[in-house]
């Protein structure tokens, strides 16, 4: 079920990608929408994932002192 998701978003995002292309080639009206609304949706994206960044800097996910890392020791030998 959920590979069928993936791929069913991964057949939007190609066909997306396709109309950003054919839109650019001046293609039909139809194809400037799902390319605006593509781009569209890139940018928000592109947005969430900046502010996330920040977010993250500002707040460290753990506020434990120490060096930090797994928590394990030893040296792998």
């Given at each position: 079920?959920?590979?069928?998701?993936?791929?069913?978003?991964?057949?939007?995002?190609?066909?997306?990608?396709?109309?950003?292309?054919w839109a650019?080639?001046?293609?039909?009206?139809?194809?400037?929408?799902?390319?605006?609304?593509?781009l569209g949706?890139?940018?928000?994206?592109?947005?969430?994932?900046?502010?996330?960044?920040?977010?993250?800097?500002?707040?460290?996910?753990?506020?434990?002192?120490g060096g930090?890392?797994?928590?394990?020791?030893?040296?792998?030998?």
């Amino acid at each position: 079920m959920v590979g069928a998701v993936l791929v069913g978003l991964l057949v939007l995002v190609l066909a997306g990608c396709g109309c950003v292309v054919w839109a650019q080639r001046g293609g039909p009206r139809w194809a400037r929408v799902v390319a605006a609304v593509t781009l569209g949706a890139g940018e928000l994206l592109r947005g969430a994932a900046r502010s996330r960044r920040r977010r993250e800097r500002r707040d460290p996910p753990f506020l434990g002192g120490g060096g930090g890392g797994d928590g394990g020791g030893g040296d792998g030998a």
